[in-house]
């Protein structure tokens, strides 16, 4: 295992040391360990990687908003499998990471399911959820040494559920037949209703080398 740092912040500027930011934060943010990974992580190199995570959201609910006006929440099924993994390439391409979505419960098992960090920082924001924190300011990372004197930045973004998001994702009686039907036929396991507004969602999540900057 490699040794890790844990953290998880407001928006705020990243200059305090974990101890002081998980201070203000008012929560333990990470178990004890050595704080020399966290001064590797400069200010610029967690914004940029905010930018990818909230790049993602954004265009992707564009062309979700968009397709729904135009053509309809079946149609927009569409866009969600073909250009939520494009856009999500692409900004992967562009910035030399790994861009993704994962989700507390899953429609695409093949994408969208957490691995281990996923699920640290799903479960460290459902608490932070409970207890009353911004659904917007909610994100966490840490940096791991990979080997080597590499080091690579784990991020997460939550989404949290809107009522566009219902749409699809809510209880299954309250989505049309239509699309219910639309959705049982492209995901036969679809995991991913029964959510309310407010609730969890899932994560943008990035991956980088911390030396591609
Ligand atoms: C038009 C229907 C539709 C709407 C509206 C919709 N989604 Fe989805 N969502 C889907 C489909 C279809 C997938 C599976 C995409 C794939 O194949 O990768 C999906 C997948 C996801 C995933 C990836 C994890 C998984 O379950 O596979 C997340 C996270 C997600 N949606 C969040 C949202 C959020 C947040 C909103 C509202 C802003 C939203 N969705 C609105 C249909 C929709």
Redesign the pocket.
């Known amino acids: 295992m490699s040794m890790a740092i844990v953290r998880t912040a407001l928006m705020r500027p990243i200059r305090a040391s974990v101890a002081l930011s998980a201070a203000i934060a008012g929560f333990a943010a990470a178990p004890a360990v050595a704080d020399t990974a966290a001064a590797d992580l400069q200010p610029a190199a967690l914004e940029s990687t905010r930018a990818i995570a909230n790049e993602l959201v954004t265009q992707?609910?564009q062309k979700?908003k968009g397709?729904?006006a135009s053509d309809g929440?079946?149609a927009?099924?569409g866009?969600?499998?073909e250009v939520?993994?494009a856009i999500a390439k692409s900004l992967s391409i562009r910035h030399g990471a790994q861009v993704s979505?994962?989700?507390t419960?899953?429609?695409?098992?093949s994408?969208?399911v957490p691995n281990g960090w996923q699920k640290d920082a799903l479960a460290d924001f459902d608490a932070r959820l409970a207890k009353g924190e911004k659904p917007a300011d909610l994100e966490y990372w840490k940096v791991v040494d990979t080997g080597n004197g590499n080091q690579e930045l784990r991020y997460a973004k939550a989404?949290?559920?809107?009522q566009?998001?219902v749409?699809?994702?809510g209880k299954p009686e309250d989505i049309p037949a239509p699309?219910m039907e639309k959705?049982r036929a492209?995901?036969p396991h679809?995991?991913?209703t029964g959510y309310s507004v407010g609730q969890l969602?899932?994560?943008v999540v990035v991956t980088r080398p911390l030396n591609a900057d």
């Open positions: 992707l609910g979700l397709t729904i929440p079946v927009a099924v866009v969600c499998k939520a993994p979505r994962v989700g419960r899953v429609r695409n098992a994408m969208g989404i949290v559920t809107q566009l998001c749409t699809c994702h699309l959705i492209e995901y679809d995991q991913a969602r899932g994560a």
